[in-house]
């Protein structure tokens, strides 16, 4: 039921109404009480329509425009003049899925000079799951706080004509005119070809969403687009490159062993007429280049990385930091370029995996969204920028407020290996000074959690220091400079950092995966000479993680990882010099 701002609610901030038309019964407008929007609006009398917002790209290549599928949910005052903001989600999961074979990974690797494999195992089927009426968990919250909702179905997906391309730049344009649609830029049709305009707009739009639907964000707002005030992508992507590849190294995302970029296009595949998008797809599967991994045209043009300078967008950024699906680089790389180009940002590190934060903090979370999208889409002056930025979950639950992240008395930590390996080796700041050389044998079908477990291997080597005498915190990224003899022309290499508990458990914290052949650059592959040593380094996930007093911290070094990397037959042999190889850490306190 609507509700006057009277009594209690004379006291509260009230929005100017803007564009609001002369009425007997003037619309409610929005009101706020400690900077967050209030709820004053009935979510149940929201207005619906769906429409056709016409996409300046011809994607599917049939000489139109192509078109976005939109649907609008706006509060009942719209309708007698009020302007609102809105919050917009873009998706290409809105009508389902398709069946899809992944890529097999169980594959010998790439040698420079030999033929490779290149073609994807993957079929999908032709039945496509209509996009009814789109909902969502905050819907009604942000209906009843005088915001409309707008939902997107991606280019190629759906009842959107064009064709899906997993992050490259029609997918960007797609969405964006959207935004350009809501700020009077860009035209749109009803189901009837009717011309829509959002006349209800105010022109100001947060866009919202996880995983892919949360990269959309990140890749709209890297376009410098007027009128997108706000961003929050959860556990969204900044460079597809990253998510999967690994300097080098074909990487698969965390339980999707074998997807690529064709395999995603071909299963959020769901619209009409799907033959028309064949040969773009097809495309993916040739450039995408599983046989090298080198970075490419094809990455360059999904690295948002490369234009973040031109944000414009406020950007509440949320990521778990045991998310293996996409990855923690993909936030903390997105953010520090943020934090250098000025941008206004805040970040909340959550220890779960995959998942929106509403699932796991409700009531705390929402305030905190409540109160970036006031600030920045209602104009309303409450302080957030002032704020500490950074929010991290502990190992017990507990949730600090920082003033920034990676954690700023943070100090960069080297340590350095000592025989042992193939049972415990030690870890200390001195190492060894003369040559010693330890090996392993690659063995892909063992997991990583089970060689970092096991009190010997032959397939792994683990150096661990002393217990700890105190807690010690890190916080950024983690990176393992191993001196390594190959046997073979191509391996796999995959660094860990471990945690084990003084009973002798051993949990993996981060991890990282290299190609040898990209050593110099990963862009070109050099190829591998058997008996010569070289310097490569593993770049792990950043992470935040606190190690207890008692705890040892441990180095890891294998070569294929069963989970991650592409399992060639066992057998290939890498030696490590331990006078050449180190691994530095951003540590808050002492290590012994």
Known sequence: MRRCATGLLAALVVLPLIGSTASADPPQRPVFRD???????????????????????????????????????????????????VVYRASPYFSGGNEVRNHDVDT????????????????????????????????????????????????????STGCPTTGA????????????????RAPARDANG?????????????????????????????????????????????????????????VAPGGFQGEDADVLAKYVHTREDREVCRPVIDELTREQDRVTGDYNAFWDARNYLDDVGDVRAAVLQVHGL????????????????????????????????????????????????NRWFTRYLHDVPNGVEGEPRATVQRADGSWAEEAEWPAPQAELVELRPTPGGAERGGLDARGVRSPVTEGLTDDASKPARDLAAAPRSPNRLAYFTSPLAESSRLSGEVRADLALTFDRPAANVTALLVDQAPDGRVSVITRGWADPQNREAIDRTTPVEPGRNYEISVRMQPDDHVFEPGHRLGLVVLSSDHDFTLRPEPG?????????????????????
């Open 108 to 159: 010998e690797l790439h040698v420079p000079g030999e033929s490779g494999e290149r073609s994807a195992r993957s079929t999908g089927n032709d039945q496509r799951a209509t996009a009814a009426r789109i909902d969502w968990a905050y819907e009604q919250y942000f209906l009843a706080r005088g915001y409309a909702v707008v939902y997107a179905e991606s280019l190629g997906t759906g009842e």
């Open 35 to 85: 900077g967050a929007a209030q709820p004053v609006f009935d979510p149940q009398e929201a207005v619906r329509e769906d429409l056709f917002v016409t996409a300046p790209v011809d994607s599917d290549r049939d000489r139109r425009p192509d078109r976005v599928h939109v649907q609008v949910v706006r509060p009942a005052e719209t309708e007698r003049g009020l302007r609102v903001p």
């Open 169 to 184: 730049a029609n997918e960007t344009i797609g969405a964006k005119s959207v935004v350009d649609w809501l700020d009077h």
């Open 322 to 369: 045991n998310d293996w699906n996409v990855k923690t680089r993909q936030a903390a790389q997105w953010y520090e370029a943020l934090r250098e180009h000025g941008v206004p940002h805040k970040i909340w590190w959550h220890r779960s995996g995959h998942t929106d934060p509403i699932e796991l903090r409700e009531q705390e979370w929402l305030r905190t969204l």
């Open 194 to 250: 009717a011309p829509h305009r959002a006349n209800w707009s105010s022109g100001q739009v947060g866009m919202m969403g996880v995983s892919y639907n949360g990269t959309l964000p990140n890749a709209v707002a890297s376009t410098g687009v007027e009128g997108l005030d706000a961003i929050v992508p959860i556990g969204a992507i900044s460079n597809w490159y990253d998510y999967y590849r690994s300097d080098g190294a074909v």
């Open 572 to 592: 290939a042999g890498l030696r490590l010099d331990l006078s050449r190889t180190s691994i530095e850490l951003p540590m808050a306190g002492s290590v012994g």
